[in-house]
């Protein structure tokens, strides 16, 4: 069974984080949400709190398939000032390992410079700090081991991308059948 961790800051989008953690298990990803907080319950940039499972301090992660990155704001910029997550990215994509960020996150991405000559997309507006990204207004690209996503109306797309790549594309249109997409 595929292992993902998916991470949470204050003002995260709560829609791309839940749904996106919803369709992985649905495809039976073991996906683990984890605060980078300190604290397990964290409120999104909607104010709906969620409650993580794990905190980033007390979590082992060589062990991991895929880190995934929600958007919103603040949330994007809280995650990109852990320096911790950043030195995880930059180990999983050194890897080869899937990295994953919908929204506004793969600025986080961008600011590492893993974007350089690699196509990328994201929420309007957030272009500029894609650095070195060939800009695409896709739902989701993939670039090798990177993929993101444009925004919270196509989070089902990013999702299903995902569980693709872990689980097979046939994995997938079964989840996206039984939930009537």
Same mark, same amino acid.
């Given at each position: ?6 991470? /949470? ?7 791309? =984080?839940?749904?996106?953690? &919803? ?14 907080? #300190? !604290? ?8 709906? @709190?969620?409650?993580?499972? !794990? %905190? ?22 809280? $995650? *990109?000032?852990? +320096? +911790?997550?950043? &030195?995880?990215?930059?180990?999983? *994509?050194? +890897? ?8 506004? =996150? @793969?600025?986080?991405?961008?600011? $590492?410079?893993? %974007?350089?000559? !690699? ?8 272009? @500029? ?5 060939? /800009? ?15 925004? @919270? #109306? ?12 872990? *689980?097979?594309?046939?994995? =997938? &249109? &079964?989840?996206?059948? #039984?939930? $009537? %997409?």
């Amino acid at each position: 069974m595929k292992k993902v961790f998916l991470f /949470l800051a204050e003002g995260f989008e709560e829609i791309e =984080a839940i749904s996106t953690a &919803d369709i992985l298990r649905r495809g039976g990803v073991n996906l683990t949400i984890v605060s980078v907080t #300190g !604290k397990t319950l964290v409120t999104g940039a909607h104010g709906i @709190p969620v409650e993580a499972e !794990k %905190l980033f301090e007390k979590m082992e992660f060589t062990s991991g398939d895929m880190l995934i990155l929600p958007g919103g704001m603040p949330g994007s910029n809280n $995650l *990109n000032a852990h +320096q +911790q997550l950043k &030195d995880l990215i930059i180990t999983y *994509n050194e +890897q080869g390992k899937w990295i994953a960020a919908i929204c506004a =996150a @793969p600025l986080v991405f961008g600011g $590492l410079g893993l %974007l350089k000559g !690699k196509e990328a997309t994201c929420y309007p507006g957030i272009e @500029p700090q894609l650095t070195g990204a060939i /800009l695409k207004k896709e739902a989701v690209v993939q670039s090798g081991n990177i993929v993101t996503g444009r925004g @919270p #109306g196509l989070v089902f797309d990013f999702a299903l991308k995902l569980l693709a790549l872990l *689980n097979g594309q046939a994995k =997938a &249109d &079964d989840v996206a059948e #039984g939930m $009537l %997409l």
